[in-house]
Nanobody, 121 residues
């Protein structure tokens, strides 16, 4: 099992940057592929980015490619999402997820409770 806690969300103007963090429990963090999803009320959960266990493989949604960077620090049991050049359409609750394989679908076994990101014009 793994427990995930997101942090770093907040209010930022368009064009600004935020760095989200996801802290995982235990010493088995490196056993999991990690991902970020986002969701707005009444909408489906949307894939944002994912990273393999070692950090050697990453995938990004087309909507964030070139602006967002996912990374992980296994000794700190933490995964990050660096978000640059933010747009109002990036506004959402961002969720951290952990799973057995890298996938762009929401087939992850563990989820955090989310952190709100709001981008103003």
């Amino acid at each position: 099992q793994v427990q995930l806690v997101e942090s770093g969300g907040g209010l930022v103007q368009a064009g600004g940057s935020l760095r989200l963090s996801c802290a995982a429990s235990g010493r088995t963090f490196s056993s999991y592929a990690m991902a970020w999803f986002r969701q707005n009320p009444g909408k489906e959960r949307e894939f944002v980015a994912t990273i393999s266990r070692s950090g050697s493989t990453t995938y990004y949604a087309d909507s964030v490619k070139g602006r967002f960077t996912i990374s992980r620090d296994n000794p700190k049991n933490t995964v990050y999402l660096q978000m640059n050049s933010l747009k109002p359409e990036d506004t959402a609750i961002y969720y951290c997820a952990a799973g057995m394989v890298v996938t762009t679908t929401p087939r992850y076994g563990y989820w955090g409770q989310g952190t709100q990101v709001t981008v103003s014009s």
